[in-house]
């Protein structure tokens, strides 16, 4: 008498299923489109580390190298101790 939800020959039934199946089709789409965004937010920060990954890297290893030629004419002897330093008894 009603007819059942898959016969689409009925006008009750396409009342019915229309919004369901409109509405899915929206939020579909909108979440392939939150897909692709992200997807293209990843790949720039990817890209983004990458390049600055190797600066950063680079300066790095020219201060690490700056460092360790200005200790290594260093002396080795306790500093000196300060008016400060002998007040405090340190």
Do not use: C, Q
Not at 33 to 52: F, I, K, M, P
Not at 62 to 71: D, I, K, P, Q
Not at 85 to 90: K, S, V
């Amino acid at each position: 008498m009603f007819g059942h939800l898959s016969d689409h020959k009925t006008p009750r039934t396409n009342i019915v299923l229309m919004p369901l199946f409109s509405t899915s089709t929206r939020r579909g789409a909108a979440l392939i489109e939150y897909g692709l965004l992200v997807g293209l937010v990843a790949v720039v920060a990817n890209g983004s580390v990458s390049t600055l990954g190797e600066e950063i890297d680079g300066t790095f290893a020219n201060v690490t190298a700056e460092l360790s030629s200005n200790t290594a004419g260093a002396s080795t002897e306790a500093p000196a101790r300060t008016p400060v330093a002998m007040a405090h008894g340190t």
